[in-house]
């Protein structure tokens, strides 16, 4: 069995397309496996890096804090 920093993962980010790293996976069960995933519309499972994951949650974040202080600014602007 070949040692954890010896075996050669091939994944590919799905968005961006850069090589994934050591940082972007995670063992599971003695196997590397993506730390994110990302499902398709054809509800495909494929992986994603940290970077493109941190990027589509932070836009996710920004999107749901304007939608709950739209009320609040509307209110200030009285």
Do not use: N, Q, W
Request: hydrophobic content about 30%.
């Amino acid at each position: 069995m070949k040692e954890f920093s010896e075996r050669k993962i091939r994944l590919k980010c799905a968005i961006c397309g850069r090589k994934l790293t050591r940082r972007d996976l995670t063992k599971t069960r003695g196997e590397l496996k993506p730390l994110y995933v990302y499902i398709s519309e054809e509800l495909e499972v494929k992986p994603i890096c940290t970077g493109c994951y941190h990027t589509i949650s932070g836009r996710r974040l920004i999107r749901k804090a304007r939608k709950e202080l739209k009320p609040l600014i509307r209110e200030f602007a009285k």
